[in-house]
């Protein structure tokens, strides 16, 4: 089966930096689209941004130029560095991957949630 792990939450005060990061791991052939969501506390989730295979990235207007996506394919993980932390940052982060993965020998392709990493930023 495949799994994404995500790490790097913490607490941390307004105007500072985090970078989390998201592994992929099973019988994977390919991952495609590879992306970070948020959730905050009574809200919706929301997405902060994605990279294609190709290293193409977008963002929503709420994050650029503070948030970076990027990701080592050869090690199959995504990260996102986050830099001048508000409180409105606050959030559950979510990875997200569009995978291809083998289950018997047999490729299936398909959409995957990582377990989801706390951001806390308080001063």
């Known amino acids: 089966q495949v799994q994404l792990v995500e790490s790097g939450g913490d607490l941390v005060q307004p105007g500072g930096s985090l970078r989390l990061s998201c592994a992929a791991s099973g019988s994977i052939g390919s991952i495609y689209d590879m992306a970070w969501y948020r959730q905050a506390p009574g809200k919706g989730r929301e997405l902060v941004a994605t990279?294609?295979?190709?290293?193409?990235?977008n963002s929503a207007d709420s994050v650029k130029g503070r948030f970076t996506i990027s990701r080592d394919n050869a090690k199959r993980t995504v990260y996102l560095q986050m830099n001048s932390l508000s409180p409105d940052d606050t959030a559950v982060y979510y990875c997200?991957?569009?995978?291809?993965?083998?289950?018997?020998?047999?490729?299936?392709?398909?959409?995957?949630w990582g377990q989801g990493t706390q951001v806390t930023v308080s001063s």
């Open positions: 990279i294609t295979s190709g290293g193409s990235t």
């Open positions: 997200n991957a569009d995978i291809r993965y083998y289950i018997s020998g047999v490729g299936v392709r398909r959409n995957f």
